[in-house]
């Protein structure tokens, strides 16, 4: 299987501050094949950004994705109040299709 | 809109049965493939399985075959989780999205919460 860590597990910090989230594989994931999601308290995850670095429709620009091999990071330039939730990688290249723990983004 | 909506909550004795759905909308669902994914309290996300509606073809995650059944209903374009005896270690939400083979998900349900208690 592939695993997929997160870091950190917590990230703490104040509206409109640059958020990096890392993803790191236990093998290498075509790039074509990782994706972020955001899951907010009470709610379903959703798609942010898919093959690394494409953002899901809807999704502002002060979300990017970027990384290859076994190294990707989800960014977020200017953390915005709505920002504040829990963040998942997954890979969907491999089976079976494994997730990260996902980091949680606080308010400081 | 493309739409996965799921059946209510549940609560559960150990041992006891369970088939829970997710119901898509707005798009072709018998062309589509619905993963199933697992959250425990607390925890992150596990991958259970993906079925492809149109010929209810099921590929399983390992960890989760044997214990979950995975089925769709094209007919009215709904999609099944089942258990035939849970257990308390199964009390968790499960979403269901829409994906395919090498494919991201994008809708997820809005998940259903299974809780598991004597």
């Known amino acids: 299987d592939i695993v997929l860590t997160q870091s950190p597990g917590t990230l703490s910090l104040s509206p409109g501050e640059r958020a990096t989230l890392s993803c790191r594989a236990s093998?290498?994931?075509?790039?074509?094949?990782l994706a972020w999601y955001q899951r907010k308290p009470g709610q379903a995850p959703s798609l942010l950004i898919y093959a690394t670095s494409i953002r899901a429709t809807g999704i502002p620009d002060r979300f990017s994705g970027s990384g290859s091999g076994t190294d990707f990071t989800l960014t977020i330039s200017g953390l915005e109040p709505e920002d504040f939730a829990v963040y998942y990688c997954q890979q969907f290249g491999g089976s079976p299709l494994t997730f990260g723990g996902g980091t949680k983004v606080e308010i400081k | 809109e493309v739409q996965l909506v799921q059946s209510g909550a549940e609560v559960k004795k150990p041992g006891e049965s369970l088939k829970i759905s997710c119901k898509g909308s707005g798009y072709i669902f018998t062309n589509s493939w619905i993963g199933w994914v697992r959250q425990m309290p607390g925890k992150g996300l596990e991958w259970m399985g993906n079925i492809y509606v149109g010929d209810s073809e099921t590929r399983y995650n390992p960890s989760f075959q044997g214990q979950v059944i995975i089925s769709a209903d094209r007919s009215i374009n709904t999609v099944y989780l089942q258990w035939s005896s849970l257990k308390s270690s199964d009390t968790a939400i499960y979403y269901c999205?829409?994906?395919?083979?090498?494919?991201?998900?994008?809708?997820w349900g809005q998940g259903t919460l299974v809780t598991v208690s004597s």
């Open positions: 093998q290498r994931v075509d790039s074509s094949y």
């Open positions: 999205a829409r994906t395919s083979p090498g494919v991201w998900f994008d809708p």
